[in-house]
């Protein structure tokens, strides 16, 4: 079995940071690409930020020169850092990995979801 946990949601102040972490364990044979997905209540989940095995990586118009996205592919961690925030980035944060594991019939690729983390941003 393959889990993530996220971690670092919270409140904080317009114009204050917050860095969001996760951690996939289990059977892990590597992890293609992770992302920061966030969603409102009645909105859909919109991608905030990506990055691949490489390190290359993505984010939302909404967030670029303010939010950077990480990975460390030796510990299997993520990590969000959240600079200069504003109250439209309340939402759920949800960290996703693309996970190849290995089971008897080989390999078989995962998408795992955390169980989200709240981050409110007050004005």
């Known amino acids: 079995q393959v889990q993530l946990v996220e971690s670092g949601g919270g409140l904080v102040q317009a114009g204050g940071s917050l860095r969001l972490s996760c951690v996939v364990s289990?059977?892990?044979?590597?992890?293609?690409?992770m992302g920061w997905y966030r969603q409102v209540p009645g909105n859909k989940r919109e991608l905030v930020a990506g990055?691949?095995?490489?390190?290359?990586?993505k984010y939302a118009a909404s967030v670029m020169g303010r939010f950077a996205i990480s990975r460390d592919n030796a510990k299997n961690t993520g990590n969000l850092q959240m600079n200069s925030l504003k109250p439209e980035d309340t939402a759920v944060y949800y960290c996703?990995?693309?996970?190849?594991?290995?089971?008897?019939?080989?390999?078989?690729?995962?998408?795992?979801w955390g169980q989200g983390t709240l981050v409110t941003v007050s004005s």
């Open positions: 289990g059977n892990i044979s590597s992890i293609s690409a």
């Open positions: 990055i691949n095995r490489s390190g290359k990586a």
């Open positions: 996703n990995a693309l996970v190849a594991t290995l089971t008897v019939s080989g390999l078989s690729d995962l998408d795992i």
